[in-house]
């Protein structure tokens, strides 16, 4: 379906693009039709656009709800740079500004107005945003309003009730979070009537994804960030004291880098935001407590030192570089103290039975990714229900993985686990088929078992990963609630009867095999510092821009627009209107001044 003549020219003339993405297309005909929508696109999927373009094409005023007074205050100030009319309600605001976005809104000029949650259920907010008419609420990182993920915030329970207030105004939910039961609350809670849901893509064609058993100690990660000096990046830890470790680390090997993490004092914390999103070239060093609702779209690496908490929160972490759409690294490191402390997190939690359930099993999808034998892509994909073939673009598919029967091994830990009478955990396992005379093993008589030292040909590194990788396959489960005792599930019966066969990794945690140093994934990035002149003549005007008028780089321009600038070494402004990112308001303030900087660095 063709999109409305006016949309098309509205994205060109106020966005710069030359068309929606594929997933934005479907969402904002049905948004321009008049539809309530559930819109789940990924992190980077561009869900902005699916309710700012209609906003434009409806006019009136659109209500979008965001949980983020950052994230408002970066929208606002890239929208009121686009030449489109947007204000934000938020404590942060003075009661001048907050006069001023009144005044807007009364006189019909404001055409999109962010506010938080908790704003919107003050007394006569939302009564008094209902008697100016709202054509469109758009309600952004709506799984907020389910408590079955992580994310969830009490404020956002109440907008049901909020959009009834507004005049039940069509809504469009936004959210990157896929699963089923987050979705189906997110309709219950904001929806009268099922909306249209759109789900779409949630592969990242552009990111590389690597994951590496923690073998090499730090200087793995260090190589892996020294040889992306000059780059925006992110390192995610799991402790507050690992996030002032590594930055002080990383400094010391010459690169920026900062540390943030929900224990610095605000102001700390901002400062250092604000120099990552402003400046280029930063390594952030933070805890999971960074990155919601940060809109830097040219964090050319993620990294983890430890493994993330789920599939979700390793896909919406690394989903932080390369928003772009340019290409962007991924390398996150596991290691068994990783998930011996992630099991005990779990199990410690006060959280119920069946949701202590739920986070081992997410525990379990993670670790079979960590130690997939096949494209990570593929198995990442999978698990949001996608099918694809091999990607070619992950350490997998790249270095190959050798994989063997490993139906004999598997036989031997399965044995030794129903030998013992399932009731022993891990290590024991592991002691018994190596054929380890620990205090344990001979109070229990273990020593005399047929499976005892059968597999002293292995490692215990090896045995260990074995034991994970038939858990991350379903062959056996953990009694989580008492001791951590290993039971075998009906695949792990199959197997050691041996009407099934499985096939397993050698290389995963502890071998000693060479690693291959990751090459970059950004080669079109490769001389975004100094290669170019012309390239560095435009980040050098970019920065000095951005500075005096204190917003963001990107905001001026993104990476993709002068990367666009520097092939086409425009000489006219209609040839530069031409480019991505470039409107008529960007035109008009940035044209002439782009053109001569363009001649300056040929001439
Ligand atoms: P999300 O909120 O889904 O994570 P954003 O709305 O922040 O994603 O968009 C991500 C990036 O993609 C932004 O830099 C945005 O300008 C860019 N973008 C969105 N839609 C398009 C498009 N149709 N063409 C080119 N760039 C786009
Ligand atoms: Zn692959």
């Known amino acids: 379906m063709p999109l409305d003549a006016s949309a098309e020219t509205l994205l060109s003339r106020v966005f710069g693009f030359k068309a929606l993405r594929d997933g934005q297309v479907p969402i904002v005909d049905a948004v321009l039709s008049g539809a309530d929508v559930l819109a789940i696109l990924p992190t980077g999927g561009g869900k902005s656009l699916c309710y700012q373009l209609p906003a434009l094409v409806k006019g009136g005023l659109t209500v979008v709800v965001s949980p983020l007074i950052a994230l408002m205050r970066d929208q606002v100030s890239a929208l ?40 919107l259920a003050l007394n006569g907010t939302a009564d008094r945003l209902a008697r100016h008419g709202v ?20 404020e956002y329970a109440q907008l049901g009730e909020i959009r009834r207030r507004l005049g039940q105004p069509q809504a469009i939910a936004l959210t990157a979070t896929a699963d089923k039961a987050t979705r189906a609350d997110i309709i219950e809670r904001l929806f009268d ?9 949630f592969d990242r064609p552009n990111l590389f994804l690597a994951m590496r058993p923690k073998s090499g100690g730090r200087r793995e990660l260090i190589d892996f960030i020294e040889a992306r000096k000059g ?23 010459g690169i920026r880098a900062l540390a943030y993490h929900a224990g610095l004092d605000m102001e700390t914390r901002r400062q250092n935001q604000d120099a990552f999103l402003q400046e280029d070239g930063i390594v952030m060093v933070a805890t999971v407590a960074f990155g919601m609702g940060i809109d830097k779209p040219d964090v050319r690496f993620v990294a983890h030192t430890a493994l993330p908490k789920s599939i979700e929160a390793y896909y919406q972490e ?21 998930i011996r402390l992630r099991r005990l997190q779990i199990e410690e939690s006060d959280a119920p ?12 999808a993670l670790l079979a990714l960590a130690e997939a034998p096949r494209c990570r892509r593929q198995t990442l994909l999978q698990y949001f229900g996608e099918q694809t073939e091999p990607c070619g673009h992950c350490d997998l598919c790249r270095d190959g993985v050798s994989t063997f029967d490993g139906t004999v091994e598997a036989q031997k830990l399965l044995s030794a686990i129903v030998r013992t009478g399932e009731r022993f955990g891990g290590e024991h396992i592991v002691a018994i088929v190596l054929g380890e005379t620990s205090e344990q093993v001979t109070r229990f008589g273990h020593d005399k078992l047929k499976t005892f030292g059968c597999g002293a040909d292995r490692t215990k ?24 005792q290993l039971y075998l599930t009906d695949a792990g019966w199959e197997v050691l009867k041996g009407r099934r066969r499985i096939e397993l990794r050698v290389d995963t945690l502890g071998s000693k095999g060479k690693r291959k140093q ?86």
């Open 80 to 119: 009121t740079d686009l030449g489109i009319p947007a204000g934000a309600l938020n404590s942060m605001n003075d009661a001048q500004e907050t006069r001023r976005i009144w005044d807007e809104i009364a006189e019909g000029r404001l055409r999109l107005l962010y506010v938080s949650p908790e704003r």
């Open 135 to 154: 054509s469109l609420l758009a309600i952004d990182e709506a799984h907020c309003v389910s408590q079955w993920g992580h994310d969830f915030r009490p």
């Open 193 to 201: 009537a099922p909306p249209e849901v759109f789900v779409h893509g």
């Open 231 to 253: 780059q925006s990046g992110i390192v995610y830890c799991a402790s507050r004291k690992d996030t002032e470790t590594w930055a002080a680390l990383l400094e010391r090997q």
């Open 318 to 338: 690394i989903g932080r570089a390369g928003r772009d759409g340019l290409p962007a690294d991924t390398l996150t490191f596991y290691g068994l103290d990783d």
């Open 353 to 364: 039975d069946e949701v202590k359930r739920a986070e081992v099993q997410r525990l379990n």
């Open 461 to 484: 590194a090896e045995w260990r990963s074995l034991l994970r990788q038939i858990a991350g396959a379903g062959l056996i489960e953990q009694d989580i609630a008492s001791y951590g």
């Open 518 to 603: 990751l090459a970059s994934a950004a080669p079109a990035l490769a001389g975004l510092s100094a290669d170019d002149p012309l390239l560095a003549a435009l980040k050098a005007w970019r920065t000095q821009v951005a500075k005096s008028q204190e917003v963001p780089a990107y905001v001026v321009f993104p990476d993709r627009t002068l990367i666009e600038i520097v092939a086409a070494r425009p000489h006219t402004l209609s040839a530069l209107a031409n480019l991505h990112g470039i409107g008529s308001r960007k035109l008009d303030r940035y044209g002439e001044a782009v053109l001569s900087v363009v001649r300056s660095a040929s001439g």
